[in-house]
């Protein structure tokens, strides 16, 4: 193999990206423009390349799936403290959203363990139990987002049954100088403040990275409006204090390369929840401190055409909260039963085999463990816990002209223990589980085939069928206590089973050299559905509140949707895009509508592009609008259903449209950038409910707010 082969396959397996939902295989970080970013020529919009396979590179418009990037200035656009929320511009991905400071992503109607967030392509365990626990990430400190839609069970078993979001740190630097970045940012309806940097050098095979962000705000504020919710104007107990720090090192030669990463995400949040005495309702507290550390190693030996690579990631989660206490004073419980103390330490391992083409076919196999402890120190909510997974899987690809085919198949082995000892007594007494089902094993095969035609030179048909799984949580099987996040009683159900899916998609995609366009139609049959069900009983909380209980259950459910995209860039100067995301969710065993099933929605966008002035280049002036439809809540196992029913809020949202307006500039001089930014979010402060927001009971989404943001670059 060549010294100039090896260096391009040292960058591109060095990053392990997503694959298209049809084949599950892995895909590099991009090698061009983001979609929807003007192009340098201002009059054409540039493809996005991804690579489909560990080996061969491809462009998005290519392969089998829809795959979406942020990077550059158009995540610098969309960016926040919240995942969901940064991804939340994307068609058919929602943001499941509790105020400013925490958003999960909602892919194709699945959200929490059922969309599986990685980090530089590895592993990670957030503890995303319950509706309010976000990904331990900070999107500043990512280099590029990419979201895959529909099973990727192939290359990530467990938990990727809706969806892939690939969280990318910057590559390691080789034979760069010294390279950076500061930025500021401040957030009007909530006094957010944020700091970061990010810097980075390398020589000829020696590289290193570093990052950091902290955001620290006050309370959120929502419009003023008193028969519309329970708490408006400032909202109590919704403020936060977040940072994150990022380090990674690389050495890169002939024979192959090794890169050592670690991450640090540390978050001390208030949530807000309302607690009833007598006739009268109040604001109380849930104080959180979070902790995520994160080690990776990656390694790849090469050996002529064939590449070994040895992956291995180890996170430590730590998650403390208190039922009625903000975080400020939420020490004052720690050690007893209403603080919360849930641990987890995890490593995951892959070994894989790269090979080159064999015959029609060039792809990868591999092998895949993980061993996962979760321990509780003190509290109520999950017990103490142990989970062991092996899993095999191949990968493998044919380019045949104005054809790509994709395949991949995979066997998992999923082991979860409940020990019976004394930190998990209580949930033993309690009778929510016992020695007769403390121990549970789940073996599942999974698969995907899929394939891409080039009808013309501009119109491609992609299609897939792909069959996902996800084994029960810990918490699906055996919680038992008070959950704050969906104010309720949560109990397990030790008897549940995998999950799997069939999933199909079919898409017809235009790509020219001013506009870009994609009709997506998909359909997804999931067996044993794990949804939470009242049980009709109620629950003195700790605070001496009255809680309904939830307990999991299980049943067969069918996705389906439409989703469509286009972007257009008309003249030099001006640009527009549009996405549309129709989407219906059925129990199809007891004839009602699924759960936490986003509502149908349009975003419009405009944007006008200046000429380049002395000072100011690259400007965008844009102008946003998303419309969302009503949606009804789909009955007592809808999570704060009972709100309904109350005049604090609601679970079921009217219909509402949301404009934003934003302004991007560059100002250059010598080699140096200062990116500015200003926007204005919910410019015309609409007072509205998201059906995704999880404060909807007792509260309105954030009014009008004014962001000015800063980076300058080096």
């Known amino acids: 193999m060549s010294v100039l082969r090896k260096k391009v396959l040292a960058q591109a397996i060095a990053v392990v990206m997503i694959q298209a939902a049809a084949s599950n295989a892995a895909v590099l970080a991009a090698q061009a423009e983001p979609s929807g970013q003007v192009a340098s020529s201002q009059t054409e919009l540039a493809p996005v390349t991804v690579s489909a396979s560990p080996i061969h590179p491809h462009q998005a418009f290519d392969v089998p799936s829809q795959i979406n990037g942020l990077d550059g200035d158009h995540k610098r656009a969309e960016q926040s403290g919240s995942l969901g929320d940064t991804l939340d511009g994307i068609a058919g991905v929602n943001n499941l959203g509790t105020g400013a400071q925490s958003g999960k992503p909602v892919i194709r109607g699945m959200s929490g363990n059922r969309v599986k967030v990685l980090s530089n392509g590895q592993a990670t365990d957030f503890q995303t139990y319950g509706v309010r626990h976000p990904a331990n990430i900070d999107p500043f400190l990512a280099e590029r987002l990419e979201v895959v839609r529909g099973p990727q069970s192939v290359l990530y078993g467990s938990e990727a049954l809706g969806g892939v979001v690939n969280v990318l740190s910057p590559a390691i630097p080789y034979e760069r100088d010294t390279h950076g970045e500061v930025m500021g940012e401040y957030n009007s309806q909530n006094r957010e403040k944020v700091a970061g940097a990010k810097l980075g050098a390398g020589g000829d095979n020696f590289g290193i990275t570093a990052g950091y962000v902290q955001r620290k705000a006050d309370n959120m504020t929502v419009p003023d409006e008193?028969?519309?919710?329970?708490?408006?104007?400032?909202?109590?107990?919704?403020?936060?204090?977040n940072r994150s720090t990022h380090i990674g090192l690389g050495y890169d030669d002939d024979w192959g390369y090794v890169e050592l990463r670690h991450t640090q995400w540390i978050a001390k949040q208030n949530f807000v929840g309302i607690h009833k005495e007598g006739d009268h309702f109040h604001a109380e507290a849930t104080g959180q401190r979070l902790q995520n550390d994160e080690t990776q190693l990656k390694t790849g030996l090469y050996l002529d055409d064939w590449t070994l690579k040895a992956d291995w990631s180890h996170t430590q989660n730590r998650r403390e909260s208190a039922h009625d206490l903000p975080y400020e004073t939420m020490a004052a419980d720690k050690g007893t039963d209403d603080y919360l103390d849930l641990r987890v330490k995890r490593d995951d391992v892959t070994l894989a085999l790269a090979h080159p083409k064999l015959g029609d076919f060039e792809g990868e196999v591999g092998v895949s463990l993980t061993e996962k402890a979760q321990t509780l120190k003190s509290g109520h909510l999950a017990?103490?816990?142990d989970v062991s997974q092996q899993a095999v899987y191949l990968f493998e690809e044919a380019d045949y002209d104005r054809w790509l085919v994709q395949f991949g198949a995979r066997y998992d082995r999923h082991e979860v223990k409940a020990p019976i000892n004394e930190a998990n007594h209580h949930f033993v007494e309690d009778g929510f589980f016992d020695d007769s089902n403390n121990e549970r094993t789940f073996e599942v095969f999974s698969g995907s085939v899929g394939a891409t035609y080039q009808l013309a030179d501009n119109w491609a048909l992609a299609g897939s069928l792909a069959r996902g799984y996800r084994a029960p949580s810990i918490f699906e099987l055996y919680a038992g206590g008070e959950h704050g996040g969906v104010q309720a009683f949560q109990i397990g159900n030790p008897d549940l089973k995998e999950e799997t899916s069939i999933n199909t998609d079919l898409s017809l995609r235009w790509q020219g050299e001013q506009a870009q366009a994609s009709a997506t139609v998909y359909q997804n049959w999931v067996d044993n559905y794990i949804y939470l069900e009242r049980t009709g009983n109620t629950v003195t909380g700790e605070s001496g509140n009255s809680l309904d209980e939830m307990q999991a259950q299980q049943t067969d459910a069918q996705i389906r949707g439409l989703e469509l995209a286009y972007q257009q860039q008309f003249t030099q100067?001006?640009?527009?895009d549009a996405a549309l995301e129709i989407i219906d969710g059925r129990d199809?065993?007891?004839s009602r509508d699924l759960p936490l099933i986003p509502a149908n929605n349009l975003r419009l966008?405009?944007?006008?592009?200046?000429a380049d002035g002395d000072a100011l280049k690259n400007q965008t002036l844009s102008l946003g609008v998303k419309l969302v439809a009503a949606k009804d809540a789909a009955g007592q196992y809808e999570p704060f259903s009972q709100f309904d029913d109350s005049a604090t809020g609601t679970a079921s949202t009217d219909a509402y449209s949301v404009w934003d307006l934003g302004y991007q500039a560059d100002v250059k001089w010598d080699k140096r950038t200062l990116k500015l930014g200003a926007k204005v979010e919910n410019l015309f402060d609409t007072a509205y409910v998201d059906f995704l927001n999880t404060y909807k009971g007792?509260?309105?989404?954030p009014g009008r707010n004014f962001?000015?943001?800063a980076a300058l670059q080096f």
């Open 573 to 576: 100067h001006w640009s527009a």
């Open 383 to 385: 017990p103490g816990a």
């Open 226 to 241: 008193k028969d519309r919710a329970l708490l408006t104007g400032e909202v109590p107990h919704t403020n936060y204090d």
């Open 605 to 610: 966008g405009g944007k006008f592009h200046p």
């Open 588 to 590: 199809t065993d007891n």
């Open 707 to 709: 962001q000015l943001n």
């Open 698 to 701: 007792y509260s309105l989404n």
